[in-house]
């Protein structure tokens, strides 16, 4: 069977690619290997209440914003409900005693850091000053026409930490920390993060950040609606498995229905290392197929889902991200946690139901005896741990929430072994290969690779989350559509 597009993985960024390929006029195939498309973004339901696996919130969705600009042009704005967190407390951290709430606004955000610590006004002006030169010179952030922009592969992502930029800039311990702590966002520490990727996951959480009525599935789901439309085809449990090549090019996929799909070009939206380890033998070298295949992923994590008799209240902002000093230093230690409150912005959305998101990061060795066995099938000892980390991750919600005890009535968990196991991500890699500084700029897979057809999208290139998937979408297939930049200018202000 011939098909223009062949779409490899139906997450966030298989269904966003489809959608800019297939408006191009290009007939595309997605082939999926699980049951359902969404990968990270998929949810799960037990009795009657949705969880959500990937998505607690998202950030520039205003008009003008990155994912605003995307929502209108990808037509599915229309098909969202966006629920905007309060203005004046998005995003909470807390340690310890102190907290600090993020507004939903930049310029908020700029005014409260100031008033809160006045003797750092010469470091947060210059924190300020560098956050909004990074945002406008990467062009697929900035959405701004008539300028000169580097290409996002060649952007200078320096191996410079965001803890190193802060010795230099800020000193109160405190505003330090608050300002680190949103590298939680890409699953590192401040000492392991590039500035630059700080600054700009950083800076796209704000301007309306929200939650979208549904969840994580609502976004799938009108996306897929919007594929349909375009005549996109969408095959599921179809797992490809061979990337059949004729060096420079791919030819033709195999998946694990026995199927074989020639096209005339490739894209790869699931995790590099699932293709490289399919690419045909001498397709690539053997250095290059080494050094993807060792490069490091970014850390799994441990969720606990709480369905509960009433919503709680006393989380004031919709996200709270809080560590437990007790906590951090047992073993295996845990934290930060980001707990989310959907009931705390949801308009009677019925799919809902009174729950309670909480995630922390967590390597999947902890877990390495049962990581060959299949899911549901790990037996008790794993269920066991399963259910002791769960109860501390309930301990530490109930210290920042009391009124939960006696309100939970059931706790559902998941391992970076079962991120793993739907969605093929190697060590249930929250993030796709990890962007920590080691790992920048060549050194990591771009959008194109030395196989002239086949090119890279998704959570592992440029940047991740929901809004780095979506740039990266859109970076890669102004690349493959190379519409003397159509694309950019459609979505540009
Ligand atoms: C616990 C958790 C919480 C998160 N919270 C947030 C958040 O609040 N905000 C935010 O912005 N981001 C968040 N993220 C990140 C965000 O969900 C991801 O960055 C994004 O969804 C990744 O999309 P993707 O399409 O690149 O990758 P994936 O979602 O991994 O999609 C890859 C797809 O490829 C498929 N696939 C794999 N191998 C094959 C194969 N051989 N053949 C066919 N198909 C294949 C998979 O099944 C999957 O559907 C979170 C992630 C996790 C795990």
């Known amino acids: ?111 409260t850091a100031l008033a809160t610590w006045p003797h750092e006004r010469e470091g947060l002006e210059r924190f300020v000053r560098d ?44 505003l330090r920390e608050v300002l680190s702590f949103q590298s939680f966002n890409l699953g590192l520490w401040a000492d392991e993060i590039p500035w630059v990727k700080h600054v700009l996951a950083f800076r796209s959480n704000f301007d309306v950040t929200c939650r979208i009525e549904g969840g994580g599935g609502a976004l799938v789901e009108a996306l897929v609606a919007r594929g349909h439309e375009l005549g996109v085809e969408y095959r599921f ?7 059949v090549c004729r060096k420079p090019h791919v030819v033709a996929v195999e998946t694990s229905q026995g199927e074989r799909y020639e096209a005339e070009l490739f894209v790869a939206a699931c995790h590099p290392k699932v293709v490289v380890r399919a690419l045909e033998q001498g397709a690539v070298s053997d250095l290059f197929r080494e050094h993807v295949l060792g490069m490091k ?24 991200l809080f560590r437990d000093a007790e ?30 998101e909480a995630m922390t990061y967590m390597s999947d060795e ?3 005896p049962w990581s060959e066995l299949p899911v549901l099938k790990r037996g008790a000892d794993y269920e066991a741990l399963k259910g002791a980390l769960a109860e501390r991750v309930v301990g530490m919600l109930t210290k920042l929430a009391p009124e939960l005890s006696g309100r939970v009535t059931d706790v559902y968990a ?34 194109r690779l030395r196989l002239k057809n086949l090119v890279f999208t998704g959570h592992s290139i440029n940047m991740p989350g929901i809004c780095g998937v979506f740039i990266n979408a859109f970076h890669t297939c102004d690349l493959v559509r190379d519409d003397g930049g159509a694309l950019f200018a459609s979505v540009a202000t």
Request: with cysteine; charged share 25%; glycine share 8%.
């Open 1 to 111: 069977m011939s098909q223009d597009t062949i779409l490899i993985g139906a997450g966030l960024s298989g269904l966003v690619d489809a959608i800019l390929l297939a408006e191009s006029g290009r007939r595309v195939l997605v082939l999926e290997q699980h049951t359902i498309p969404g990968g990270y973004l998929q949810q799960f339901a037990r009795k009657r209440t949705v969880f959500d696996v990937g998505f607690h919130y998202t950030g520039s969705t205003a008009p003008g914003r990155p994912l605003g600009q995307f929502f209108e042009h990808l037509r599915i704005r229309d098909r969202l409900r966006l629920l905007p967190f309060p203005a004046e407390a998005a995003i909470e951290v807390r340690s310890g005693e102190r907290s600090f709430a993020y507004p939903a606004t930049f310029e908020r955000f700029v005014e």
């Open 131 to 174: 956050v909004e030169e990074v945002a406008a010179a990467y062009k697929w952030y900035a959405l701004k026409r008539g300028v000169d922009y580097a290409h996002p592969d060649d952007m200078p992502f320096s191996q410079q930490s965001f803890a190193s930029y802060l010795d230099g800039v800020i000193e109160d311990p405190w």
């Open 237 to 243: 449990k179809e797992a490809v498995t061979k990337l």
């Open 297 to 320: 992923d970014s850390r799994g994590a441990l969720q606990v889902f709480l369905r509960l008799t009433e919503p709680v209240t006393s989380i004031g902002a919709t996200c709270v």
């Open 327 to 356: 906590e951090e230093a047992r073993t295996p230690p845990l934290g930060p946690i980001l707990v989310t409150n959907p009931c705390a912005v949801e308009r009677g959305d019925e799919r809902g139901g009174a729950r309670l």
């Open 366 to 368: 902890l877990f390495a």
């Open 414 to 447: 998941a391992t970076p072994l079962s991120d793993a196991w739907y969605t093929r991500n190697d060590h249930g890699a929250v993030f796709g290969i990890s962007h920590d500084v080691t790992q920048q700029g060549r050194d990591r897979p771009t959008s």
